[in-house]
């Protein structure tokens, strides 16, 4: 691998032990992949989550995360980041430890999870949507970023470039602000793969996830684009369509000519190449998506409801309140309301939380069912207005699972009855 001499410089050590440690690492990986060089990058999200069982067990962060982090056995001590950096979400939102079943010894953990984080300059943005929230890459610019949802979304609407990196790959950019240059950084790995022809009027967010769930199915890891899109999409039927795509198969790019950033028209897309294959969407592939997401339903007495997968924009957290409001989710029932922690603060602003939390739901922060592996006590069986919820949910906590629209779960945390059904 061709190194700069700064790279040169941090792998001597002139720049202390653990970032040189992080760039050995990183020499190391790229030259794995086959990248010839390192790139800056000023901007890295990763989970640098101390769960209980481990943080009992190394007894400092500094311990944990040179492990999980480094790949490394010796206690490293933690200098600050060098580039911008953020944690995504965490396994609590800290305000509401007794329903989530976390106890006294979990919250102080999680407080010095976050006071270690903030003092080696990680931003809390606690969110798998930072770019909700005052993250948003420019086209083109070099990123490492971890979970798939916000990779693609960062890759396809945004055009920034990063691979979807893993614990080690994302602390070692922190460290360094570098990141091997392959994959989804160059030109020619972004190109499309797979021309997808949409025969129907694709709107609303369950549309676009039966949609985006359909299209992974089919492609797996390859770069779908698609042709036929009548109606420019919202950015949050995007993070859903994207979510989806990541979930059902590997997508980490895709496009939709005039609309993502990439490519203007179809051609542009494939950089004059062939499509490998041609697929289309019309009502048989819509119904198979329907009955793939819905197939682990079975029992239509609804106990537990969840929206924000990927965490919720203020827009999806006021329709969900206007379909709310004045309104008593069923007793026995639980409605979480899935937020990055400065959209609830701006929720509280707008009296949202109170019109959740009178009809008996939370509006939570900071985590999510799969990745804190939370639910309400008891819960047999969810609806969801989440391709991706719904697609991990079932297999990772045994339970029945409902996908539908956002009206059809607030009536089924109203009534706590399933009556979804695909129109
Ligand atoms: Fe975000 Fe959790 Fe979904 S991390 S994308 S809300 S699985």
Redesign the pocket.
């Known amino acids: 691998m061709i190194l700069t001499d700064d790279e040169k410089a941090m792998l001597d050590g002139k720049e202390g032990k653990t970032r040189q440690k992080a760039i050995e690492f990183l020499v190391k990986y790229g030259t794995a992949l086959g990248a010839e060089r390192l790139v800056n990058t000023n901007n890295v999200g990763g989970y640098m989550i101390a769960d209980r069982a481990s943080y009992r067990k190394f007894g400092s962060f500094d311990a944990l995360f040179s492990l999980t982090g480094l790949d490394s056995e010796e206690t490293l001590e933690f200098p600050k980041v060098k580039a911008f950096s953020c944690q995504f ?1 965490t396994d609590m939102d800290p305000e509401y430890c007794d329903i989530e079943g976390k106890d006294e010894e979990d919250y102080r953990r999680f407080k010095a999870n976050e006071e270690w984080l903030s003092k080696i300059g990680v931003q809390l943005m606690c969110t ?1 949507t930072p770019y909700l929230v005052g993250n948003v890459p420019v086209k083109g610019e070099h990123c490492a970023w971890m ?1 798939s ?1 916000a990779v693609v979304y960062i890759n396809s609407v945004l055009g920034a470039r990063t691979n979807c990196e893993g614990n080690t790959s994302t602390t070692a950019a922190m460290l360094t602000g570098k990141i091997p240059y392959w994959g989804f950084h160059t030109d020619e790995h972004r190109l499309g793969s797979h021309l997808v022809n949409v025969e129907l009027k694709v709107e609303g967010l369950m549309e676009w996830g039966l949609l985006g769930y359909y299209i992974g199915k089919m492609v797996g890891e390859k770069v779908p684009v698609l042709d036929g899109i009548k109606i420019v999409p919202s950015r949050d039927e995007l993070k859903q369509f994207g ?1 989806a795509t990541a979930s059902s198969g590997g997508v980490e790019m895709y496009h939709i000519p005039g609309i993502t950033a990439d490519a203007h028209t179809v051609e542009e897309a494939f950089g004059g190449r062939t499509p490998a294959f041609t697929l289309k969407y019309g009502p048989e592939e819509r119904k198979y998506a329907y009955e793939q997401l819905n197939m682990i339903g079975k029992n239509t007495d609804v106990d537990f409801v969840m929206f ?4 919720n924009s203020i827009q999806q957290v006021q329709e969900i309140c206007d379909l709310l409001e004045g309104k008593r989710i069923k007793g026995g029932s639980s409605l979480w309301v ?1 937020v990055p922690r400065a959209i609830k603060d701006l929720a509280k602003r707008n009296g949202y939380d109170k019109v959740i939390e009178s009809a008996g739901g939370v509006l939570m922060s900071d985590t ?1 069912p ?2 804190g592996h939370l639910m309400p006590k008891g819960t047999r069986v969810l609806a969801t207005n989440s391709a ?2 719904a697609h ?1 949910l079932p297999s990772m906590m045994g339970i029945e699972s409902w996908y539908g629209t956002t009206e059809e779960c607030v009536n089924a945390a109203v009534t706590g009855r399933w009556e979804g059904a695909l129109k």
Not at 308 to 311: A, E
């Open positions: 979400e798998c979970e949802s979510a924000g997968c990927p965490h899935l999510c799969a990745l991706k919820q991990y």
